[in-house]
């Protein structure tokens, strides 16, 4: 769980080292610095390049948790809450015990909420 995170946190999960078997013959190896390099693009604001970088690793690995929970925080952050929300679903469905997946969640269905009433 992130302590005290605020409650529009773009912060990106901090794990970013693929846990589950890819797809397509990819190593997990091989995907860890297309996720790093996601992250640091949406560490510098630049959620479209971030954003291109995630589907292009989720087309190599659908399956991919970690790339489902980062592209819902950079979604998130352009105000596509929707579209988050699917993505932390499929990574929550992936890995239960994914490092901040259900808490961020959690967070995002709440604001949803909040914002239509």
Do not use: I, N
């Not at 409650?7 to 996720?35: C, K, M, N, Q």
């Not at 992250?39 to 948790?65: F, I, K, N, Q, S």
């Not at 950079?74 to 259900?102: F, M, N, S």
């Amino acid at each position: 769980m992130e302590p005290h995170a605020a409650p529009h946190d773009h912060r990106e999960p901090t794990d970013s080292r693929p846990t589950t078997p890819p797809r397509g013959g990819h190593a997990a190896r091989d995907l860890v610095l297309p996720l790093r390099r996601a992250v640091e693009l949406h560490l510098r604001g630049d959620y479209e390049a971030a954003e291109r970088r995630l589907r292009a690793v989720l087309d190599l690995d659908p399956m991919l948790p970690q790339a489902h929970h980062h592209l819902a925080v950079v979604l998130h952050a352009q105000g596509r809450t929707v579209e988050a929300l699917r993505h932390l679903r499929e990574a929550v469905h992936r890995d239960p015990h994914l490092p901040g997946a259900k808490e961020r969640l959690e967070r995002y269905v709440a604001e949803a909420h909040a914002e239509r009433d």
